[in-house]
């Protein structure tokens, strides 16, 4: 299995509160994206990264904002969190954009 | 647009019945088409990439197939350990980004 670990795996917030994702990877792998899976959707890129400092926006970005000060870590927040942005998140990673992306465990996140 | 179509939504099979799943897809230059099974409660785990029309790749009971349109995953004699969501993504020439089908849920009885 890919290095891969997400904190928290499991999170219950109130509307309005900021939270913040984990992604650490220990594969050294440059490209690592943010995903939200919600039913009657497919998986859907929120925010990626091909190198440390370096991200770009997904399909489903607006409310949320990532960060990658280091290699092995990749963290999504969402400033203000709303109950549409309750959701099953997942980070994957890959060694190049070409590459397979190999996919986390998943953090659920219910907004109430 | 690039898009991803996946049926049936939902399968049931006896064990030993063999089936395909389909994905057909629409997307400007196909860069790689993935196959990943999810089990729940849990992040995809990938399965295959298929790259040209005409290559086919094989798992154990598991066979994807590629054509221009769509592609197929065969299941052979399929077990209980076999239920799972079988997900389908495909990845454009443009883009490092995969656009993913919602899925199909297969499930296996004894």
């Known amino acids: 299995d890919a290095g891969i670990t997400q904190s928290p795996r499991h999170k219950v917030t109130e509307t309005g509160t900021p939270v913040t994702l984990r992604c650490h990877q220990t594969?050294?792998?440059?490209?690592m994206y943010w995903y939200r899976q919600d039913p009657g959707h497919g998986l859907r890129l929120i925010h990626y990264s091909y190198g440390v400092k370096d991200t770009d926006k997904g399909e489903v970005s607006d409310g949320y904002s990532v960060s990658r000060s280091k290699t092995e870590d990749f963290l999504l927040t969402l400033e203000s969190a709303t109950s549409s942005q309750t959701s099953v998140y997942f980070c994957a990673i890959s060694e190049s954009g070409e590459d397979t992306q190999y996919f986390g465990p998943g953090t659920r996140l219910t907004v109430l | 647009e690039d898009q991803v179509t996946q049926s049936p939504e939902a399968l049931r099979l006896q064990e030993g019945e063999s089936s395909s799943l389909n994905c057909s897809y629409t997307?400007?230059?196909?860069?790689?088409l993935f196959w990943y099974r999810q089990d729940p409660g849990k992040g995809p785990e990938f399965l295959f990439t298929l790259y040209s029309a005409g290559e086919e790749k094989e798992k154990e009971r598991l066979k994807a197939t590629l054509t221009k349109k769509e592609s197929f995953l065969h299941i052979t004699a399929p077990k209980p350990e076999d239920s799972a969501t079988y997900l389908c993504?495909?990845?454009?020439?443009?883009?490092?980004?995969?656009?993913f089908g919602t899925g199909t849920r297969l499930l296996v009885s004894p």
């Open positions: 594969e050294n792998h440059r490209y």
């Open positions: 997307v400007s230059g196909l860069r790689g």
């Open positions: 993504a495909v990845r454009n020439t443009g883009f490092q980004k995969l656009v």
